[in-house]
């Protein structure tokens, strides 16, 4: 059993920076690649981010290029999303996953909000 656990959310201001944790329990081994996925109120998930666990080769998606890195920690089986001059919009939960020997495992999520 794998467990995802998001960490990092909370309240700041426009142009304000924060930083998510995801730790991922069990063996690496399998591993693929971690991402970052969000959903705001009345809307759909959304990719934001993700790293390919060897190759640490990464993608972002559009909205968020330029303000928001990715990146891991094998030994800890963590990823990290720091996102920096936040604005209203990214204002969501953001969810954490872990892609492993073909199957995909969430975390719960953690709440963003980014007041104006």
């Known amino acids: 059993q794998v467990q995802v656990v998001e960490s990092g959310g909370g309240l700041v201001q426009a142009g304000g920076s924060l930083r998510l944790s995801c730790a991922a329990s069990?063996?690496?081994?399998?591993?693929?690649?971690m991402g970052w996925f969000r959903q705001a109120p009345g809307k759909e998930r959304e990719f934001v981010a993700r790293?390919?666990?060897?190759?640490?080769?990464?993608q972002y998606a559009d909205s968020v290029k330029g303000r928001f890195t990715i990146s891991r920690d094998n030994a800890k089986n963590t990823v990290y999303l720091q996102m920096n001059s936040l604005k209203p919009e990214d204002t969501a939960v953001y969810y954490c996953?872990?892609?492993?020997?073909?199957?995909?495992?969430w975390g719960q999520g953690t709440q963003v909000t980014v007041s104006s």
């Open positions: 790293v390919e666990w060897s190759g640490g080769s990464t």
């Open positions: 069990g063996r690496t081994f399998g591993t693929y690649a």
């Open positions: 996953k872990v892609m492993r020997s073909g199957i995909d495992y």
